[in-house]
């Protein structure tokens, strides 16, 4: 019979799903109201990673340079003496933990290091850039509800691959278009979009903010905008200012969009009936992404399609915001108020200057090494501390590890989840054991807590999912019975334009920063952009076999000067590495893609050759403002 569960992994859909442990067989749960009966084929096919060959499924501990596979007691002891001895000096401890795991148990790690006062990360690699924006804006991260946008006229994609990271937006999308709502899509292209639109417009990539102030130029040459909506606005003299100093074809020029394309986003907002904008997940991943993202959510704003049904900016929601923590039943330990923070953008330097040294790292629910810019570098200084990654595979992480510990997956340990995209919690269920001797995180960091000189009592799983539910009022036996539960908010974010700042006012960007001066030695712009199939760098080592692929435009520069019969080479300031190259039907001629995840050890991550870059706000990092250019050799 299938056992109701939950998709846990870094993905918004955040499905619920029917899981038959006798079949191995994994469904979308048709009864809950955003899964709808159907998953994406990451989640689909995830018994092919609990049951991978290369599945580590022992811990591990490493012996003069080779792993060797240990007992439970053998390394967690192992593990408790070298914490014992750093604990000394909590700030030489460095805690990492990813969305590669998600949930309310998933904490454990966090809330344990953070009550040993050990060093932390500070900084994001997705999509805090984008949240600080919307924040700076909104005064709160909220959007309409998912299927809201079903009731509007028109639907601005701005940047979001539908195809690759949201099925259930994409069937969202695809239900609108049936009922008559045209959709445009704008991006680099190489996306697929067209699929999926009425109409696409190609953008130079991390120019976006100069488009949607093109848009806001022709709504104040019109004269076209709502008098009262400027009332819901506390800085509109600041941006109109910004505007007024900008010629409209100048604006257009940045951006690398003709006049008439400019003019047809105006007219997608200004014409009459309500218009929704979905915010890509990438947009923030620029220099300036928080710009662009900001520059966006003032096109949705100033053309009154915010605070009403059918309307609206998706960018996020937070996935925590329907959950409580249990920080304070933990019993022990002396939580820093000022804990140490190493950027995580810049992680290789960070760990090499940092003062006193780092000796003692837990990794969980990251791969880390892989994940960051200039990861070499990172891998290089993983090599002076004491590593202990919780992880199943042998990725780039956790060959630098002392010891490796094999955690329950997803299907094999109970948890408690919320969604980035939508309001229903969810209970993912263990469906299955877990295999070998594979052990749920949490039951892990209880032990690690217990076998300290001093403990650190963490309460029991069950204590801790309850007191996680308290804040939106579900009982826990509620939602192991149904699967999910629907937290109720408002359908309509900011309605009447009444927003979360203090004095309930909207609030505009104030800067309109040029783009960086272009690399003549680079001229192309890389961008490494979700996958299909796998999720980061979930990737299975089989599909990594070759050399990677990137994708060109066929009237790109470097096209007609590559010949196809010598290698190829993807070059930036910080490396080289051999490529395949493809091309790629509407995308924009500087860009070359590049699928995300791929493994050091067998050259398929780009992360090996992109630069450490901050973005303009959260500290977010800009992978997608990476310099390049292909060459033969």
């Not at 049904?309 to 409580?324: D, H, K």
């Not at 290089?380 to 956790?398: K, L, S, Y």
Request: aromatic letters at 8%; charged letters at 20%; one cysteine or more.
């Amino acid at each position: 019979m299938p056992i109701i569960t939950a998709c846990t992994m870094d993905c918004g859909d955040a499905c619920s799903l029917l899981v038959d442990p006798d079949a191995r067989t994994v469904r979308g749960n048709p009864k809950h109201p955003f899964t709808k009966g159907f998953c994406c084929k990451k989640g689909g096919r995830y018994f092919e990673r609990l049951d991978a060959d290369e599945r580590i499924t022992t811990p591990l501990t490493k012996i003069n340079g080779r792993f060797v596979e240990a007992t439970w007691d053998e390394a967690m002891g192992l593990i408790a003496r070298r914490l014992d001895a750093a604990r000394q000096h909590p700030e030489t401890i460095l805690h990492i933990h990813g969305h590669g795991y998600r949930g309310v148990l998933a904490k454990a790690s966090s809330i344990l290091f953070q009550a040993l006062g050990a060093s932390t990360t500070r900084g994001a690699l997705c999509d805090n850039t984008g949240i600080t924006a919307s924040i700076m804006d909104f005064g709160a991260l909220d959007h309409n509800d998912p299927e809201d946008i079903l009731c509007a006229s028109r639907i601005v994609n701005w940047g979001r691959d539908l195809s690759r990271c949201s099925v259930h937006q994409q069937a969202l999308t695809a239900r609108a278009r049936k009922q008559g709502t045209e959709v445009l899509t704008i991006s680099p292209g190489g996306d697929g979009a067209a699929e999926f639109s009425d109409m696409t417009i190609r953008v130079r990539p991390g120019t976006d903010r100069f488009l949607a102030a093109a848009v806001i130029k022709l709504f104040l040459e019109a004269g076209d905008l709502n008098p009262w909506v400027l009332t819901r606005t506390a800085n509109w003299p600041a941006l109109r200012g910004l505007i007024d100093g900008r010629t409209f074809h100048d604006l257009c020029r940045a951006c690398d969009v003709t006049a008439q394309d400019a003019e047809t986003v105006y007219d997608w907002y200004a014409d009459p009936g309500n218009v929704a904008t979905l915010l890509g997940w990438g947009l923030q991943r620029h220099v300036f992404g928080g710009e662009n993202v900001r520059f966006i959510n003032a096109v949705a704003m100033l053309s009154g399609n915010v605070g009403i049904s059918g309307g609206g900016a998706y960018y996020n929601i937070s996935s925590g915001r329907n959950l409580g923590t249990w920080t304070h039943l933990v019993q022990g330990g002396h939580p820093c108020k000022t804990r140490r923070a190493l950027l995580l953008n810049d992680l290789g330097a960070e760990l090499r200057r940092a003062d006193p040294p780092v000796d003692f790292v837990w990794i969980d629910g990251h791969n880390v090494v892989n994940q960051v810019p200039d990861c070499l570098a990172a891998a290089e200084a993983m090599q002076r501390p004491f590593v202990v990654v919780v992880d199943g595979f042998m990725h780039d992480t956790a060959m630098l590890a002392d010891v490796i510990l094999p955690p329950a997956f997803m299907f094999e340990r109970e948890d408690v989840l919320g969604s980035f995209v939508h309001n229903c919690v969810n209970h993912c269920a263990a469906a299955v054991p877990p295999r070998g001797l594979c052990r749920p995180d949490f039951d892990i960091v209880t032990e690690l807590g217990s076998r300290l000189a001093e403990p650190i009592i963490l309460p029991d799983a069950e204590t801790c999912l309850t007191e996680g539910l308290k804040q939106s009022g579900i009982a826990l036996d509620e939602l192991r019975e149904h699967g999910f539960v629907k937290v109720g908010h408002p359908r309509v974010a900011f309605s009447g334009m009444v927003f979360a700042h203090p004095d309930g006012l909207y609030r505009f960007p104030e800067h309109l920063s040029p783009e960086p001066r272009r690399d003549q030695d680079h001229p192309l712009q890389l961008l490494t952009l979700v996958r299909g199939e796998s999720l980061h760098s979930q990737i299975p080592e089989a599909d990594q076999a070759g050399f990677p692929t990137v994708w060109i435009a066929k009237d790109c520069p470097a096209f007609a000067a590559l010949d196809p019969a010598r290698d190829a080479y993807l070059v930036t300031p910080a490396g080289t590495m051999r490529v395949e190259v493809q091309i790629a039907p509407g995308l924009h001629p500087d860009t070359v893609i590049m699928r995300r995840g791929g493994w050091m050890k067998y050259g398929h991550n780009a992360n090996v050759i992109i630069e450490p870059r901050m973005t303009d706000m959260g500290e977010g990092c800009a992978y997608y403002s990476q310099p390049c250019r292909l060459e033969n050799r």
